[in-house]
């Protein structure tokens, strides 16, 4: 199930990240605030414990997500990108990671890293990449964690194209995605549009 998450902030700061004249630490800090929205909005099932706390007039119950049902895994390179933002909120929570890059010829993710927590099959797992693109990247990450045994996923990106929602929602049903926006399609080499160009080397100034 695709979420398009619909906010002024999101809408604001997502206009900042589009402009090609957006500076490195910039675009990184607004990658990461919007990352921190969509998080707060994909949480919203979160389930909580009841717990017992003293404030200082007298005890209560009180009720806490705990930490160690999560754990977040960015697909590298530009996911640690919305890493940041979204750590604080769940301070506790491990963090694996994927490295698939995309080979610019047939458009197809590569697998060259692969390191997740050892209990990753009793967390929920947030995966994190800016860019829904073609899927593939995705897609393969998804079906890495399935065959760790989790059983539930959630993908956050900060733009998604048409052609990669498609293709999870064929492959991965059961996924929910959390995106700041649909955009338009993609292009003959793979690149969404309008969209706001290689996300990676945006948020590491490697371009």
Known sequence: MINEVKHPLIEHKLSILRDKNTGTKEFRELAGEIATILCYEAMRDAKLDEYEVETPLQKTKVNKINEDRYAFVPILRAGMGMTQGIETLIPNAKIGVIGLYRNEETLKPVKYYYKVPRDIADRTVILLDPMLATGGS??????????????????????????GIKRIEEIHPDVEVYCAKID?????????????GDAGDRIFGTK
Do not use: Q, T
């Open 184 to 196: 338009e399609k993609l292009n003959d080499i793979g690149y969404i549009l309008p969209g706001l």
């Open 138 to 163: 995705a897609i393969d990450a998804i079906s890495m964690l399935k065959e760790d045994g989790v059983k539930d996923i959630k993908f956050l990106c900060i733009i998604a194209a048409p052609e």
